[in-house]
């Protein structure tokens, strides 16, 4: 069983950027589908990003052209680099691990198998 660890998250202003980091002990990422999802304050859970390779990543709507995923497997760390963070970006960001591909046509949930514990990250004045 994968251990999933989440990191960077954090208070920002409108407008700034952060990046976070997921990584697993143990078992490797490598070859997972990974997934982020978010859970803002009272709303229901919803995907973000995944990625399988550099060349198999899917944004959602809500974070096109602003968020980036990547992978470095030499350190087997993926990564959300988040750019002109907004409010309604507001949540506890979610590493999760899985299989699968279905998340490339938007499709969040089947194929995951394992989650972090979240990393908080507030956009505020």
């Known amino acids: 069983q994968l251990q999933i660890v989440e990191s960077g998250g954090g208070l920002v202003q409108p407008g700034g950027s952060l990046r976070l980091s997921c990584t697993a002990s143990?078992?490797?990422?490598?070859?997972?589908?990974v997934f982020w999802f978010r859970q803002a304050p009272g709303k229901e859970l919803e995907g973000v990003s995944c990625?399988?390779?550099?060349?198999?990543?899917q944004y959602q709507e809500i974070v096109e052209g602003r968020f980036t995923i990547s992978r470095d497997n030499a350190k087997d760390t993926v990564y959300l680099q988040m750019n002109s963070l907004k409010p309604d970006d507001t949540a506890v960001y979610f590493c999760a691990a899985g299989y699968g591909d279905l998340c490339l046509q938007g499709h969040y949930g089947p194929g995951v198998t394992d989650w972090g514990k979240g990393t908080l990250v507030t956009v505020s004045e």
């Open positions: 143990v078992s490797t990422l490598r070859s997972a589908t």
């Open positions: 990625i399988i390779d550099e060349s198999h990543v």
